[in-house]
Each structure stands twice: as structure tokens, then as C-alpha cells.
T-cell receptor, first 113, second 113 residues
Framework: DAKTTQPPSMDCAEGRAANLPCNHS???????VYWYRQIHSQGPQYIIH???NNETNEMASLIITEDRKSSTLILPHATLRDTAVYYC??????????????FGTGTRLTIIP | EAQVTQNPRYLITVTGKKLTVTCSQN?????MSWYRQDPGLGLRQIYY???????DKGDVPEGYKVSRKEKRNFPLILESPSPNQTSLYFC????????????FGPGTRLLVL
């Protein structure tokens, strides 16, 4: 799986859009970008994933650059409950073997009231 | 509601006293996995199961056992717990074709004295 680089921490004002960057310059053509978050010792929560097109769901939007070497997770209207550690993971969608998720250190996002 | 449940959520025990942490999912997922999370070490996979009666070791299997007799259940067994197994444990599940999208349980915090 390709390696990812994320800033260790970010702050965002409540109600504003939170934009979390991730660099994955060694991503291969069939690897997806996944985002998870972990809210204070709770189980990691799947947010969104994408291959090359931008994706949006009820939680967030994912913008992937045309060269696929970086991406941005966007939380459009951040609330205090979005304070968490956000993990960017690059991997195959499924390789029909062990599907261990490798979580890096992530970005600790703090939403400021 | 689609979910992964774990029991107990909190457990204090003594060295050598056998214990079982249960994990159950109601999404008919084939793949299930156990992780432990420790400060500074992130999430590490203990065991995983591709389907009923199919289990295999992850990165840190020593001191743990698992079984998969039914599709929905994947218990983690500590035959003789030791203090170095004090940790936060998460169970996860996913469907066969989308194992990049995993659903995690709420966690079990274990303290071994």
C-alpha cells in the first residue's frame, strides 16, 4: 500500500469548512484513497473513499487531484463533534486476502467554538 | 441498524484468569478482524477471519485465540492474560468485495492487573 503524509494537527472554527490534506505521491493506478476518523478512543469510523473522481456523501467530500498524488477531505460545516483524528489510507479496494487497515498517525482536527 | 457490537466495553481482570471478548456484526459480513490500540503504537491487527472456520494471524497474535463458528460472531479469547495485554481492543468487519470499507465496534478497554 502507498504511504501517506498528513499534517499532525489542524484547527478549524465551528461552522466553517475543514479541509484536511493528504499526500500520496506513490499511489498506484488501482489504489483507492480512504478516509477514516477516530473520535477520542471510539472505534474508527469510515468516512469516504474514492479512486479518481471527486466523491461526496452525507458526511464529507473527497477531492482527488488529477495526478492522484494528493487529496483533500472536506467537512463542509464543521461542528464540535467533528473533533477527532482523521486518517488517510491508500490501498486496494479489496485484494481478497487479509484486509488489514494500516493507520498512520493521522491529523488531529480540533474544532474551535 | 447496521453495527458491530463488543462486550464487555470495560474489563478489569487479574493475570492468568481466562477471558473472552465477544464481537458480533449484523451486516452478514464475511471478513472480521481484531485490532489492539496502544499509545504510540497505533492500531495493530491481532487476528482476522475471511469467513466461517477460516482464521489467521495478524501482526500481534501471541497470547490470543479466536474462533469463527458463526458468520456474525468472532470472539477474542485470552487464555492467560498478562499485564502487557492491557489495551483498547477493536473488532471490525467488512464485506468480501469492499474490504477497504470496514466497520468498527465501539471498543473494549481491558486492564490486566
Amino acid at each position: 500500500d502507498a504511504k501517506t503524509t498528513q499534517p499532525p494537527s489542524m484547527d478549524c472554527a465551528e461552522g466553517r469548512a475543514a479541509n484536511l490534506p493528504c499526500n500520496h505521491s506513490t499511489i498506484s493506478g488501482n489504489e483507492y484513497v480512504y478516509w477514516y476518523r477516530q473520535i477520542h478512543s471510539q472505534g474508527p469510523q469510515y468516512i469516504i473513499h474514492g479512486l479518481k473522481n471527486n466523491e461526496t456523501n452525507e458526511m464529507a467530500s473527497l477531492i482527488i487531484t488529477e495526478d492522484r498524488k494528493s487529496s483533500t477531505l472536506i467537512l463542509p460545516h464543521a461542528t464540535l463533534r467533528d473533533t477527532a483524528v482523521y486518517y488517510c489510507i491508500v490501498r486496494l479496494q479489496s485484494n481478497f486476502g487479509n484486509e488489514k487497515l494500516t493507520f498512520g498517525t493521522g491529523t488531529r482536527l480540533t474544532i474551535i467554538p | 441498524e447496521a453495527q458491530v457490537t463488543q462486550n464487555p466495553r470495560y474489563l478489569i481482570t487479574v493475570t492468568g484468569k481466562k477471558l473472552t471478548v465477544t464481537c458480533s456484526q449484523n451486516m452478514n459480513h464475511e471478513y472480521m478482524s481484531w485490532y489492539r490500540q496502544d499509545p504510540g503504537l497505533g492500531l495493530r491487527q491481532i487476528y482476522y477471519s475471511m469467513n466461517v472456520e477460516v482464521t489467521d494471524k495478524g501482526d500481534v497474535p501471541e497470547g490470543y485465540k479466536v474462533s469463527r463458528k458463526e458468520k456474525r460472531n468472532f470472539p477474542l479469547i485470552l487464555e492467560s492474560p498478562s499485564p502487557n495485554q492491557t489495551s483498547l481492543y477493536f473488532c471490525a468487519s467488512s464485506s468480501r468485495g469492499e474490504k477497504g470499507t470496514q466497520y468498527f465496534g465501539p471498543g473494549t478497554r481491558l486492564l490486566v492487573l
